[in-house]
């Protein structure tokens, strides 16, 4: 689907700006002929096709050929955060049968990584033309496995997510609902093309429209000056973007007239924000709604903002929803539940588990994990989490997870780990450590980080006495006393 998706775009806009990255630009043509170069490259080093391939490349031009190049050998693809840390993504890509980790030109180290066969990709200007690689052109494309996308983890560390060609494209068809673009578009890729998000809504269907995708990081006067100088037309963030670029203050405010749509996605998104955000640049902010596991579920266009705290829209079409009690009942409108899905985006299952019977995957519908509720317009509000997760400068993270990696260390008797809210409206991870033995909370931060990606770290370690109350000693919500340590 990937290859034939590119193929069929460079043959349409050949001449075409696809991608930006600061001074680097590739057209529809160009960029075919790097994805054709790449495969060529790792055929030459001994990729097999149909071979399971991680990639943890952060966004960038050479993501998006490394990307199309795994896909036109057949292979599955494992997307992985390049945040994560080497013993991360070696047990990730050991329970998704990976044999080769693709990693960034930047990345330092040799050829193995914790037994895996590592290759740092080229810069695509190092490729050459892909005449340079003979073995490509003999290559009959025969489609392409699955893309392995990694849960948030609500249950604990997160889990491959199967997504199906059929189901990658029918996410990428529903985005067309809300995004709808064109050829004339620029589309600014601030998220994470290894999420669902960035891939599935703004990169795949970009491309698949004929438009530019504009790649970089974000920083509010960083993003806001390169929304001015590029022109973009789509902007799509998360929540904690939004509100930076609202809140930031400019000597002269930037000119976002160029943009004609703008959607938030990730968490809802507070009506207070999208307000001040459009009061600022004129601009309203549509809201999207939808789940790795699900696929997009409900869409909120701009200008149809709801004063209710977590409203996110209606379903997108074709996407069924309904609000389900814990024990699967069908719930009226106003009464709140867990949000279930069943749409052709809804993907088969966690890597290595039962499709079904499964807190997420049920016999005819997708769970969640979100509490919500409908009104009888069919508009649907997201009040809450069926288990807890942590946003962290817009990532998610398990508590349950970091909990484990804590509780690995032989000096922690027992760990709870909640989020914490700072003066600026973040949320941050903090441990409450029952200790077994004598430890700093310096020494088990810098036990984490050696395991676990930096935002998942703990930025401040409380030790207590007990963690449990009551008879039948369950675990406590809110926070215990503090030792003096």
Known sequence: MLHELLAQSASLFCGRVAIVEGNRTLRYGELLDAVEAMSGHLLEWGLPVGETVALQVPNSIEFVVSLFAVGRLGATMLLLDPALKAGEADDYCRRAGAGALLLSPETPGGAEKGGLRAC??????????????????????????????????????????????????????????????????????????????????????????????????????????????????????????FRLLAETEFQGEPDFSCIRLAISGGSALSPAVARRFQDKYGVAIGQSYGTTEAGLVSFAPPGEQVERPGWVGRPYP???????????????????????????????????????GTDTFRKDCVGTGDIGCSDEAGRLFLTGRVKPMLDVAGKKVSPTEVEACLRSHPSVADVLVVGTETPDGDERVKAFVVPASGVTALELQEFCATKLAEYKVPRQIAFVEDLSRGAMGKTRTTAPDEMER
Do not use: W
């Not at 795949?204 to 000056?225: E, I, K, M, Q």
């Open 318 to 356: 074709g996407v069924t929803v309904e609000i389900r009690s814990p024990s699967g009942d069908l719930l009226g409108p106003g009464v709140e539940g867990e949000i279930c899905v069943r749409s052709p985006a809804s993907t088969s299952g966690y890597l290595g588990e039962p499709a079904e």
């Open 120 to 241: 740092r990709v080229p810069p695509i200007e190092a490729l050459g033309n892909a005449a340079r690689y003979p073995a490509t052109r003999s290559l009959a494309y025969g489609g392409h496995g699955p893309v392995l996308l990694l849960s948030s983890g609500t249950a604990g560390r997160p889990k491959a997510v199967v997504a199906t060609a059929a189901q990658v494209g029918a996410y990428v068809r529903s985005c067309d609902a809300a995004c709808a673009y064109t050829q004339e578009d620029k589309a600014l890729a601030v998220l994470p093309f290894f999420h669902a998000f960035g891939l599935q809504h703004v990169l795949l269907p970009a491309l698949a429209r004929g438009a530019t995708v504009v790649v970089a990081s974000f920083s509010p006067r960083g993003t806001a000056a390169l929304i001015e100088r590029e022109r973009i037309t789509v902007l799509t963030g998360v929540p904690l973007m």
